[in-house]
Structure formats: C-alpha cells, structure tokens
C-alpha cells in the first residue's frame, strides 16, 4: 500500500462553524463518501499530526504567529480583513492541518509512502504575514520551506486546479527559481483573489517558472483537458524532485462561490497523470491536498476521485 491516507477528527476541526462554506463538517462530507466506497481500504490510513511553531515560522512571520496565538485564545475578531474569522483554537487546528501536510512530506521523502493525499490542507490563500480567504497558515507553503531546509529537497512542483488562484504559494515564491508553480484557476476578472493574470510568469531569476492558466467562467471538463497538457510539459520542463498537487474542489459545477464546470473526472485526470510524471521522474513523490469546495456532494465526488487516481 503506497497510499497515505489522513483522517482524523483533529484535521475536521478546520473550519469556521456550522453553516460557514468552511465549516467544519468538510472532512466527514469527504469521509462518509469514500468508506461507502471502501477506497479507505486500500490505502494506508494516517493520523493527523501537529505542527511545532518552528514549521510554521518556517514559511510565516513570527509576528503573524503570535497573533494567531492571541486571537486562539480569545476566540475573537478576524484574522485578515474579514474572510477569515478567529474561533477559540484556530490556532491549534491550523497548526494540525500544516503538521499532517509536512508528515506527508516527511513520509514521501523517507520512501514510507510515496503518495499521500490530506483532506482540507491547501490552505493556499494565507501569505507570511496574513491570514485571507478562508486559510490561516499556508500548509503548502509550510511544506516546501521544510522540503527545503528539512530535506534538502530543492525543485519543488506546486500545482493547483481549485477554482480560486493560489496566491499565497504564488507570490511567496515569486522570485524562486526552484519552485515550479502552475496553477489553473477561474479568471481574476470574475473571482477572489483577482490575481494569477497569463502574464504573471514569474520574477528576476525566476522568470519563466511559474504557469498561470485563467479560466473562463464556465470552463468544463474539455476546456480543462485541452490546457492540461501544457501544465503537464511544464512540470515535466522543471524536473522536480516533488510534486504537490492542489485538489480544490470549488472548481467543479455547482460550487456555491465560484463559476468553473469541471467534472470530478477533471481532478482524476490532474491526480493520474501527475502520478505518472513523478514516477516517470524517478521518485514517485505526489502529495496532494483537499483545498477548497463548498458544496460537500461535489468535495466528496472529487476527493475522492483523487484518492481512487492515487491508489
Ligand atoms: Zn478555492
């Protein structure tokens, strides 16, 4: 079994109460779909793990940390402009889903279990400094600073297929020539966080190693698979020695906050394929993350469509 599979009620306590798109209900939505498909049985299922502050200050200031910390323990206010909400704990469930995404990682690297795929991770909005769009600390962001300095693993690919662009991994590593970004998301023009423009491609020495892909409002699973094949060229260009994988699930019809009309069968097709390339790339390493989805029928569709593409 190479499939690394993370549930666990800790990593569900993510969420931003009951009736919020971001609620807590997300990984049950997630679990009660892939037991009834028995997928769970040929994987490997894990617990999840707890972040040290040290990994999350690997990737967000310290400053940033200790306000998560204070607005934890009052339970209070918002954490970035008014997305995001404070609840008491936030910040022990943020550090709870960056820790079960750096042991993913971790295990990958160690040749435990090259694949892994960890439910409501891809917190791909927070930047170093903020909290924004429904994601406190930035797990993937978190995770390539540790496949850096913990690992000494170096190319770094992040792909992302969630509706909204990830602008927290964009913009962190801007400038880093090492890290490999593609990202196809719904056109800024018509959806939070309005960045992620064609022309966004990366900076200074990093020019040319970022892949930006806006979508039109109502893209389906044709326009997807006519675009895929360049993020595929582009990874397989960049030769990383990782692959992270984006699975948000709002980018499929009949999300309540976006306007993209992909199929489950999109997110299978990302999650194969790249299977494929990372084997093709000798290492096998893919570990993909939940990321968004508001409507629980389509993030257990497409979650799980994921996990079946992984095993
Ligand atoms: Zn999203």
């Not at 429904?134 to 693993?153: K, Q, T």
């Not at 909204?164 to 966080?193: N, Q």
Request: with cysteine; charged share 20%.
């Amino acid at each position: 079994m190479t499939l690394r599979l993370y549930y666990g009620e800790a990593l569900g306590a993510y969420g931003f109460g009951d009736g919020h798109p971001f609620g807590p209900d997300r990984l049950a939505a997630f679990w009660r779909v892939c037991t009834a498909r028995q997928l769970h049985e040929h994987a490997t299922i894990a617990a999840p793990v707890a972040a040290g502050q040290a990994d999350i200050e690997r990737f967000h200031t310290p400053e940033y940390v200790a306000r998560v910390h204070e607005q934890s323990r009052t339970g209070e206010g918002y954490l970035d402009y008014g997305d995001t909400p404070a609840f008491p704990g936030v910040y022990e469930a943020a550090a709870m889903v960056v820790g079960t995404t750096l042991d993913a990682c971790a295990r990958a690297v160690a040749g435990e279990a090259a694949r892994a795929f960890v439910p409501i991770a891809g917190l791909h909005h927070a930047r170093r400094d903020r909290a924004a769009g429904f994601c406190v600390f930035n797990d993937p962001g978190c995770a390539i600073e540790a496949l850096r300095a913990v690992h000494g693993v170096r190319r770094v690919a992040y792909v992302d297929i969630d509706a909204h662009h990830g602008d927290g991994v964009f913009y962190a590593f801007e400038d880093d020539p090492e890290l490999i970004f593609a990202d196809l998301h719904e056109d800024g023009r018509y959806l939070y966080p309005g960045t992620g423009a064609a022309s966004e491609t990366g900076t200074g020495a990093a020019a040319g190693t970022k892949l930006n892909i806006p979508m039109p409002p109502g893209a389906d699973d044709a326009a997807f698979l006519r675009v895929w094949p360049r993020v595929e060229e582009f990874v397989r260009a960049g030769r990383p020695e990782f692959i992270l994988l984006q699975a948000g699930a709002d980018s499929i019809n009949g999300d309540p906050l976006t306007h993209l009309a992909y199929t489950p069968a999109a997110h299978a097709h990302a999650a194969r394929r790249l299977r494929v390339l990372a084997e093709e790339l000798g290492h096998g390493r893919l570990v993909a993350m939940g990321g968004g989805g508001y409507n629980r029928a389509n993030l257990a569709a497409a979650w799980c469509a994921v996990v079946e593409a992984m095993l």
